[in-house]
């Protein structure tokens, strides 16, 4: 049996409802789009998706995830500018960017591709770019004001602390993805 799989690092509260109240106030100005807005408790930031991966492939995962997490102690970022991807002519979803000042997240990602790698799953093909998703846009095409009003906002930072890797599975639904969680793995203390 296979399922849907992502390691994600989780977001503070704060930086959640911070999220959420930006979110809401794009939601209500641009009301008329068809718009696939992320809900507050699924904010998080994806490390790597691994799609579907069989049940055999999770406990090597789950290693991976914890050899990682004893490399790398906890953490700081924050929130910074606003994004588009995959460019602002084609964007199809609207996200948060995310701070690395020390450099800990990008190394912390590094990291757990190699340990992935060691346990035979696929090298990322794209280099890492911290995000928050917020929004994916159906309509792309209708949605330039949208997407220039997200692009010139700036945004107040959020700090949050990493503090674990957090293994995901993805429920699809037609109301929207469900995410549970299969395991976490605690960093290490500073």
Request: glycine residues 4%.
């Amino acid at each position: 049996m296979t399922k849907r799989i992502f390691a994600a690092i989780n977001i503070s509260n704060e930086t959640k409802t911070k999220a959420s109240e930006y979110i809401k106030n794009l939601k209500s100005e641009f009301s008329d789009l068809r718009v696939g807005w992320e809900k507050t408790e699924k904010l998080h930031l994806t490390l790597k998706f691994f799609g579907d991966i069989d049940d055999s492939d999770l406990q090597k995962l789950n290693e991976a995830a914890f050899e990682t997490a004893r490399q790398i102690p906890k953490f700081n970022l924050q929130t910074s500018a606003t994004g588009v991807f995959p460019s602002q002519r084609k964007a199809r979803v609207l996200w948060l960017g995310i701070k690395d000042e020390t450099g800990t997240l990008q190394k912390l990602s590094e990291v757990f591709e190699t340990n992935c790698a060691k346990h035979e799953f696929a090298k990322e093909t794209r280099s890492f770019r911290a995000h928050l998703t917020i929004a994916r846009l159906r309509e792309p095409e209708k949605s330039k004001k949208l997407i220039e009003k997200h692009l010139e906002t700036e945004i107040k930072p959020t700090r949050f602390e990493v503090s674990e890797i957090v293994i995901y599975e993805s429920h699809l639904q037609k109301s929207g993805s469900i995410y549970t969680i299969v395991s976490n793995q605690k960093l290490k203390e500073n």
